[in-house]
Structures are given as C-alpha cells and as structure tokens.
C-alpha cells in the first residue's frame, strides 16, 4: 500500500478544514497515511496565502518538506497559495500544484501515480512489456 504524509503549518481555518479533508480523502482511497515525511510515497502540503505571515510560513514548512522527503517521492501543494502564487511556487518546487478552484486535480494526479507505480513494479517484476 503506497503511503501518504499529510503536513499543515499555521493557516486560516479554511487551510485547517482543507487539511482534514485531504487526511481524510487519501485515507478513503487507499493510501495509508505516513508518520515521517521521510517514509512517505506522496507528501501533500497545506499552504495559506491568507496574509504575509501565513504566506511566509507556508514557504518555510513547503521547503523543509521538499528537504526531507524521501528521493523518488511527490510533493503536492494543495491550499489557496498554490492558486496564488502558482509561478514561483512551480519555478522554486518539482511539485504538482492543487488550488482550491481544481481540487478534482488531486484525485487525478493520485490516480497517475498509483498507476505508473504499478507500472514500474510490473517492470522490475518481468511481468511487463
């Protein structure tokens, strides 16, 4: 089972209720959910744009994020910062963006991975061609 790691810094309550609702929607679709960002196969993380202070912290805990996870895994930014400052948040990070207005994304972006994923064990096992 491919795993999740879920981290949310300070926010508004919006960012607070979309980080419960990622929680919970990668637990519904079958990913279990990572301790460390270390052992996780995706790290999802929360970024608020609500004000500077929010803002300047999202950026702190999205790089630390980007230091720590494991090599070969997905970063995904979900939040309204990934609407906001969707140029310099592709132009500093390797991560798939989801603002609030294409949330649907997140399920296709899952959806691929899981895919690609099995593709490659498929692969290393010989069973594909």
């Not at 300070?10 to 079958?30: F, H, K, S």
């Not at 790290?43 to 950026?59: H, I, K, P, Q």
Request: hydrophobic share 40%.
């Amino acid at each position: 089972m491919k795993s999740a790691c879920v981290a949310f810094g300070l926010g508004c309550p919006r960012a607070q209720v979309d980080t419960a609702r990622v929680c919970e929607y990668v637990r519904a679709n079958g990913w279990s959910i990572a301790q460390t960002l270390e052992e996780a196969d995706v790290v999802l993380v929360t970024v608020c744009g609500f004000n500077a202070d929010y803002e300047r912290r999202s950026l702190r805990l999205l790089a630390s994020a980007n230091r720590r996870r494991r090599p070969g895994s997905r970063l995904i930014v979900v939040g309204c910062q990934a609407g906001i400052d969707e140029t310099r948040l592709h132009a500093t990070f390797d991560a798939d963006l989801v603002p609030p207005k294409r949330n649907a994304d997140l399920d296709e972006i899952l959806v691929i991975l899981r895919y690609v994923w099995s593709w490659r064990r498929m692969k290393i096992d010989g069973r594909g061609g």
